[in-house]
């Protein structure tokens, strides 16, 4: 057990360590902070030492040195053994129990987008994580404190026990080191990004999964897996910032339930016009664009009455009351959208199963990175944000699809690289009339979305998110009806392929670029 006599106190905002401050010093702990630390600090009543009277430092190079003194650190590092204590009586040195350390917000100007170069690297902290860090070091006699949420369970213990215990110690010095290494990955990110060679991105910097968040999962996919949701920062230099979401209704959000808003939240952020994605175990089943809300719900669960039992519904658009109408008859799991007016709220909470989450589709035009962990690693990849353009669209059929049948193509497109691979999406209009995805084949894909089509195949439009390596998936399309298919191509059968679909009188046209998902 330490019971702190002496805390050292340094921060950016140093009210944010006044709770803190306040209740240290009613243990009658001495308290001492670097300069605007102290000044601060004293401003509100309470006796801090400056540590000026120790390093004879107040600020030197514009605040750059201030605390990196042998003195400061030899009272936080040195072991409290005899032998350490009778160094640290011949040196002359204090020993702190107790050391408190707010970064400067590099990570939040950073995420802003706002802050000059020049002020950027200001906002670099190196006295803070050095204080931070040896303090950590040396958890066995020192307490190092680097959040405010900790305040209260770290008071609570002085309170209770006389002192702060060492499993709660060594915590804090996870949660130290954790800082210290969020404050370098992102700096380490910042100017790597800013280090790239002109020719494009380089995935040369750190990529770290840090924190946990607060956000509480009972289990991970099944109920004997543990699971937690971590924070992270990622390339190009910013901070990944979670999605703002709001649970409205229902229990707090599973694993399962992050996976399936993270993908229809993808899938509707796809389009301007309001849009509507049904998702079951994180791969779409049915999806729909339009003028309405109501009218884009109501077709995209018509895609697949069979899979939408106990869906993920993402709306891009406020739910109405008629889009609630379109529900009915429909289990649905978990509803997000960006609004709920309280007449639609009124009406939902009905529905007592239901969850109902507030958030909005990410922006298109921002970049996004994607986080998968396999064999002990993580492996980082930017998020397929990538369009088709005029021109991506080849023909390599005789025949040729309408200008209303390549807008289609495209909406199939946008929906099929949301589906896992192997994958194949029909479509008419802006609706999805069938989903075959995580085929092991692309004819089985083809397959499975044509059964669950029907009739509704003849005169679709088909979307495979990589080429078709065999004809067989054109013939299955080809006896359907399907009028129209858009894939990379890139096969060294593709003459084979072009030739089943000239014999069923399909337009096809290659994109060349795919968009697996596995």
């Not at 401050?21 to 801090?48: C, D, F, I």
């Amino acid at each position: 057990m330490v019971a702190p006599r002496r805390a050292l106190l340094s921060a950016f905002d140093p009210l944010a360590l006044l709770p803190l401050a306040r209740g240290l010093a009613r243990h009658e702990v001495e308290l001492w902070g670097s300069s605007g630390t102290q000044r601060r600090l004293s401003a509100e009543g309470l006796k801090v030492r400056s540590t000026e009277e120790i390093t004879g430092i107040s600020s030197w190079f514009g605040h750059r040195v201030a605390t990196l003194h042998p003195a400061l650190f030899g009272g936080i590092l040195a072991p409290r053994t005899p032998e350490g204590l009778k160094e640290l009586e011949e040196r002359k040195v204090l020993p702190f129990d107790l050391v408190a350390v707010l970064f400067y917000p590099f990570e939040e100007e950073l995420a802003r987008g706002t802050t000059p170069p020049e002020t950027l690297v200001e906002r670099i902290d190196v006295g803070g994580p050095s204080l931070l860090r040896a303090a950590a070091k040396n958890f066995r006699w020192v307490v190092p404190f680097s959040d405010p949420a900790d305040t209260e369970g770290v008071l609570q213990e002085l309170a209770e026990r006389g002192g702060v215990s060492l499993p709660t110690r060594e915590r804090l010095a996870a949660m130290a080191f954790r800082r210290t290494a969020l404050h370098d990955t992102a700096v380490t990110s910042w100017l790597s990004s800013r280090a790239m060679p002109p020719n494009g991105p380089k995935l040369d910097a750190p990529f770290l999964a840090l924190a946990p968040t607060g956000e509480g999962l009972r289990y991970g996919e099944n109920p004997h897996q543990l699971s937690q949701v971590m924070a992270a920062v990622g390339p190009p230099g910013v901070p990944l910032q979670p999605w703002p979401i709001e649970v409205l209704k229902g229990g707090s959000l599973s694993y399962n339930n992050y996976l399936d808003l993270e993908r229809s939240l993808s899938l509707v952020g796809e389009f301007s016009l309001p849009s509507a994605a049904v998702v079951k175990h994180a791969t779409p089943c049915g999806a729909a664009s339009g003028e309405t809300i109501e009218g884009a719900l109501a077709r995209a669960l018509e895609t697949d009455p069979v899979a939408r039992y106990g869906c993920a519904l993402a709306l891009n658009t406020p739910m109405t009351l008629e889009a609630v109408e379109a529900l009915k008859g429909t289990f649905v799991d978990i509803l997000a959208g960006p609004e709920f007016p309280p007449e639609v709220m009124e009406r939902l909470a009905k529905r007592p199963k239901l969850k109902l989450v507030r958030v909005s589709p990410p922006d298109p035009r921002v970049v996004r990175w994607e986080v998968r962990s396999a064999a002990g690693r993580l492996l980082v990849q930017q998020a397929d944000q990538q369009n088709l353009k005029t021109g991506d669209m080849r023909q390599v059929t005789k025949a040729r699809a309408s200008p209303e049948d390549l807008c289609t193509a495209d909406f199939a497109w946008r929906v099929v690289r949301h589906a896992k691979s192997n994958a194949v999406v029909l479509a008419k209009g802006s609706t999805t009339v069938g989903i075959g995805g995580g085929q092991t084949s692309r004819v089985g894909a083809v397959r499975n979305a044509l059964e669950i089509a029907g009739d509704r195949a003849k005169g679709a439009v088909l979307a495979s998110d990589a080429y078709f390596p065999f004809a067989d998936g054109i013939e299955e399309a080809g006896k359907a009806g399907v009028q129209v298919i858009l894939q990379p191509g890139g096969s060294i059968r593709d003459a084979e392929v072009i030739a089943a679909a000239d014999r069923h009188g399909i337009a096809m046209y290659f994109t060349g670029w795919r968009v697996f998902r596995h």
